[in-house]
């Protein structure tokens, strides 16, 4: 593996494997906040690699597990509407609603659903057919907020009049809060996700390290970036520190993208939002700002989307014994399910963290061995 990069060296990883055995002393549980994280520490068999008093929990990074069941309604409602081609992300065709029904069922039964892999698809879309009304149902953490954002501002500036959105994105420091927060959190430490940092930098994690006394280590998603943030997050908790490091250069997630930024910052406002497994956390949620949010599908579409601020549910629902809840909120491992492979598999999904690529579930069942 000499001409590997040097994120891949065998060697490498050998090396701090050896440092995290040596130097873990006590007993530590760290959070990996994405769900590109949790796949590759699974698909990789860090987790049995890495010393036994290091506990490794799952968080709620997978932007479509964390949608909430009403969103995946308000979608509903605009696919079924003759007029509206609705489009989104293929991972969110078959994530449930309050009810058992997803967007693959409603295009079985005629709505018009399309998948696009990036938001400004959307355009050419709503270009190509003139005598329909286009909805983007754009979910994503910070990471893809930049591309919803630069659609919205070229369908404003451009004058498109058929192009609306349901906007359902979410921002990771205050879910980070709310983990912290709960009476149940056993989260001593995070390796924060390098992408999302890539384009929002370090300065939001700061008072989160400092007010809850937590190391948070970004982290790319390469088995040497892994395991260079969980040996720099134990250093910190051996040494009894609390602060912010970037274990992720080379994407330049300390400094994040000035660009990308003022592009979320133009076209959202923060807003609150509701967390599937996480419930109502405040300005955890991005909105159209004026003059976009004339773009808003729940002005156009007043009966079929409203915003999730209207909402006062709080309809988790843990249908026929799936927990995803504490799946997302890191207090039960997918395997501790009593549904997971006994009636729930990525064929048959009955939550949304086996539904998505991203999820923990359909990580486990991937790369684990089922009892
Ligand atoms: S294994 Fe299936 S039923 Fe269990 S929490 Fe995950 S998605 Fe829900």
Redesign the pocket.
């Known amino acids: 593996m000499s001409g590997s990069p040097p994120h891949r060296q065998r060697q490498e990883v050998q090396r701090l494997l050896d440092a995290l055995h040596t130097e873990t002393r006590r007993s530590w549980t760290l959070m990996e906040v994405c769900g590109g994280q949790t796949h590759a520490i699974l698909r990789h068999g860090l987790d049995q690699l890495i010393p036994p008093q290091l506990e490794l929990i799952h968080g709620p990074g997978c932007p479509v597990c964390v949608t909430a069941a009403e969103t995946i309604d308000r979608a509903l409602a605009l696919a079924a509407r003759p007029e509206v081609i609705l489009c989104t992300y293929g991972d969110m065709l078959r994530v449930p609603g309050t009810g058992p029904s997803h967007l693959l069922e409603a295009r079985a039964n005629g709505a018009d659903v399309r998948v696009i892999t990036a938001p400004l698809d959307v355009l050419a879309v709503a270009r190509s057919h003139p005598g329909r009304q286009v909805v983007f149902f754009a979910v994503g953490f910070e990471t893809t907020a930049p591309a919803t954002a630069l659609l919205a501002h070229q369908a404003w500036s451009g004058g498109a009049q058929n192009l609306s959105l349901l906007v359902s994105h979410v921002r990771v420091p205050p879910a980070m809060e709310a983990i912290l927060t709960a009476p149940e959190c056993r989260v001593q430490g995070f390796l924060a996700a390098g992408h999302v940092c890539a384009v929002m930098g370090r300065t939001e994690y700061e008072p989160i390290a400092a007010q809850h006394r937590r190391p948070i280590v970004i982290t790319g998603f390469e088995p040497l970036d892994l395991l260079e943030g969980m040996l720099r997050a134990v250093r910190q908790l051996e040494r009894g520190e609390a602060r912010v490091e970037d274990a992720y250069p080379r994407a330049g997630a300390g400094v994040g993208n000035a660009s990308a930024r003022a592009l979320i910052t133009k076209v959202f406002t923060r807003c609150d939002q509701h967390w599937r497994g996480l419930g109502m956390l405040p300005g955890s949620g991005l909105r159209l700002r004026p003059p976009y949010d004339a773009l808003d599908a729940a002005r156009r579409f007043p009966s079929a989307a409203r915003p999730d601020t209207d909402t006062d549910t709080d309809t988790d629902t843990?249908?026929?014994?799936?927990?995803?809840g504490?799946?997302l909120q890191g207090l039960?491992r997918?395997?501790a399910?009593?549904?997971?492979?006994r009636?729930?598999?990525p064929e048959r999904?009955?939550?949304?963290?086996?539904?998505s690529a991203e999820?923990?579930?359909a990580a486990?069942?991937r790369y684990r061995e089922r009892t």
């Open positions: 843990d249908t026929e014994g799936c927990i995803s504490l799946v039960a997918p395997d399910c009593p549904r997971f492979g009636g729930c598999s999904p009955l939550g949304a963290p086996m539904v999820g923990a579930c486990y069942w």
